[in-house]
């Protein structure tokens, strides 16, 4: 699966003025809604809640990766949001998060793109370059090609 057709310019905030994981879930999927990525904000945020209740998505390193399997999900998307101060989440490091990447899937892709999207983005989330440009960069653009490039 090519990434660069889950990830927008539109769908990264790097400066989310957020105070907790809540807030975070709540600004990344309006970010979903306004590109027209969901049918329903308030259904998917529910599957969002359904998914964190079965298990950490904080994989440590300051990262978060919440994902909801929807039917409001339009299109297979993801939205990037970096905080502007570190914000609780349960995680596999027991440490704040900065950079939450929410993963909207639509319930026809739930099994295999759900599957392969996650598993790319653990491969890349393996590489400590793309960890720090998620968490330092300043330019959408760069973080779209970084996630893009081929391993």
């Not at 957020?18 to 998917?44: H, R, W």
């Not at 950490?56 to 990262?63: A, F, L, S, V, Y």
């Not at 793109?113 to 793309?130: E, I, S, T, Y």
């Amino acid at each position: 699966m090519d990434l660069s057709t889950v990830i927008d310019e539109n769908r990264i905030n790097l400066e989310l003025d957020v105070a907790n994981k809540a807030e975070a879930i709540e600004a990344l999927a309006d970010m979903l809604m306004q590109s027209g990525s969901l049918s329903s904000k308030e259904s998917f945020i529910n599957d969002v809640y359904v998914r964190e209740a079965a298990g950490q998505t904080g994989i440590g390193g300051g990262i978060a990766i919440p994902h909801g399997k929807s039917k409001s999900v339009l299109k297979t998307s993801l939205a990037i949001g970096r905080t502007k101060q570190p914000i609780e989440w349960e995680s596999l490091d027991e440490e704040p998060v900065r950079c939450i990447i929410l993963f909207a899937v639509k319930e026809a892709d739930s099994t295999t793109v759900h599957v392969r999207l996650l598993g790319q983005f653990a491969g890349k989330l393996a590489d400590d370059n793309v960890v720090e440009t998620l968490l330092t960069s300043a330019d959408a653009k760069e973080i779209i090609a970084i996630l893009s490039e081929e391993n």
